[in-house]
């Protein structure tokens, strides 16, 4: 995919974090607008999530794969 800026992302692209802060990624998001992601866990299944400062603080990098 394309890199993109935390700024620029848009519906779809990739949104990948280090919630460990070890340097590795461990959680990929996929951005559904209006700072919202569609969000995987064990515990919830798949659910929206609200881009708070707990994934702001975690984010890596974004990825665009569909232009």
Excluded: C, E
């Excluded at 779809?12 to 590795?24: C, H, K, P, R, W």
């Excluded at 064990?42 to 609200?50: E, H, I, L, P």
Aim: net charge positive; charged share 10%.
């Amino acid at each position: 995919g394309t890199p993109v800026s935390f700024s620029q992302i848009r519906k779809g692209d990739l949104l990948f974090f280090d919630t460990d802060g070890n340097g590795v990624i461990n959680h990929v998001g996929i951005y559904a607008g209006n700072n919202m992601m569609l969000n995987a866990t064990t515990s919830k299944g798949v659910t929206y999530s609200t881009l708070s400062s707990y994934w702001t603080s975690s984010f890596v990098k974004a990825t665009r794969v569909i232009q």
